[in-house]
């Protein structure tokens, strides 16, 4: 019988974030008969990294200084050196880190990456505000992705988007985001109660790209056809005096709250009428597929992205063409004359179907196996690390 694979997941913390969520549905559900997972950080402690199963290994880089700490070079090379895995796993910042020392890999060391950002969308925003600064990050970022074996994009959107940074490739695969949903279920049953009547919620960074800035004047459109409507914000962010100061100049004071971080949104969640999220771009919004999960039916924005992946207008919300108050209003209008013919087991139970942990996790699976047998055709099309069998038991 052949050995496990053993694959070292990688990123900077195992906290509240969406993409540590997502490693830690796959390092809890990974199959052990195939897979012998370790995990290496740069931050110890974090919610998901104290609830993470007792049998994964886990390695704290950590650094003498901030710049060490987010981009531990020498101690992840130092790291992979020694625990020579035959895959290694990288998510958000743990991309660079990897793919910049990945040629000083153990010779039969494979990289798989997880793209968590639109990264042309991104760059655009960033070299905006800092030319210099992002160019360089930017050629980086390609140069990162090039070396690795394979690249988990979150949606075809993502994908093409990716090309456009790096070129043609093989090895691209398209994977949604993993959730438990029985799990979500669970965490609902506590009791929960949202003001107003109907009652929106939003979940998620207070920042540019959450358009949460062209979501409030739509609200203050909304509130003459709906005099009880109130919309609850979750998270906090740079974002939040600008915020503030909308709602005041709006009189939104009895339409809107701005209700600070949650551990703990789910229970919320469902009892909520409707999830808003009126990004300007977003990779694979988790909060969209937490509310899902709970049955709570959505309005998202067309934006670059997964969002028009998860919307099935009619069945489990609706998709706003645009991020612009007349859009939003139109489709958070829509949402909610449909709300007594949304069927919200249906909903969660077409949330399990597409974006089951197991589900996700096999495609996860059958990537690293691909991967460790054979690897795959970089930039330039010659296999990006040496081809290893796998180990004979």
């Not at 997880?114 to 030319?131: E, S």
């Not at 075809?156 to 994977?175: F, N, P, S, Y």
């Not at 009547?197 to 609200?219: Q, T």
């Not at 914000?233 to 971080?261: C, K, N, S, V």
Request: hydrophobic share 50%; proline share 7%.
């Amino acid at each position: 019988m052949a050995d496990p694979i053993r694959i070292l997941f990688a990123i900077p913390a195992l906290d509240h974030g969406g993409p540590d969520r997502v490693l830690f549905e796959l390092l809890r559900a990974l199959d052990r008969r195939r897979f012998a997972p370790s995990l290496m950080v740069s931050e110890p402690g974090g919610y998901y990294l104290a609830r993470l199963p007792s049998d994964i290994p886990v390695g704290v880089l950590g650094g003498a200084t901030r710049l060490t700490r987010r981009y531990p070079l020498w101690r992840a090379l130092a790291f992979v050196r020694r625990a020579a895995p035959d895959v290694v796993f990288a998510t958000l910042r743990m991309n660079l880190t990897l793919g910049m020392i990945a040629p000083a890999f153990p010779r039969h060391t494979r990289l798989v990456m997880r793209q968590a950002i639109q990264a042309t969308t991104d760059f655009a925003a960033l070299i905006a505000q800092a030319g210099v600064k992002h160019r360089v990050s930017r050629w980086i970022t390609r140069t990162a992705l090039r070396r690795a074996d394979a690249v988990i994009c979150q949606s075809e959107a993502m994908k093409a988007d990716l090309q456009a940074l790096v070129g043609a490739r093989d090895g691209l695969h398209v994977i949604g985001n993993p959730i438990d949903v029985a799990a979500v279920r669970d965490a609902t049953r506590v009791p929960a109660s949202l003001a107003g009547r109907p009652a929106l919620l939003a979940v998620g960074r207070l920042a540019h790209l959450k358009g949460y800035d062209v979501l409030l004047p739509a609200i203050d459109q909304l509130r003459a056809r709906h005099p009880a409507i109130h919309l609850t914000i979750l998270g906090e962010g740079p974002e939040r005096p600008r915020l503030e100061a909308q709602i005041r100049d709006l009189g939104l004071a009895r339409h809107a709250t701005l209700a600070g971080f949650s551990s703990e949104p789910l229970p919320v969640m469902r009892a909520a009428d409707l999830f808003v999220l009126p990004s300007r771009y977003e990779a694979f919004p988790n909060a969209a597929l937490e509310a899902l999960a709970c049955g709570t039916p959505v309005v998202l924005t067309d934006c670059p992205g997964a969002n028009g992946q998860l919307v099935r207008a009619g069945f489990n919300g609706r998709l706003a063409a645009a991020c612009t108050p007349a859009a939003l209003v139109d489709a958070i209008s829509a949402a909610l004359g449909e709300r007594a013919g949304y069927d919200r087991a249906a909903i969660s139970a077409d949330c399990a179907a597409r974006f089951g942990a197991a589900q996700i996790t096999a495609r996860y699976e059958q990537v690293f196996e691909e991967v460790f047998e054979g690897g795959f055709a970089g930039a330039a099309g010659a296999p990006a690390t040496a081809s290893r069998r796998r180990r004979a038991g």
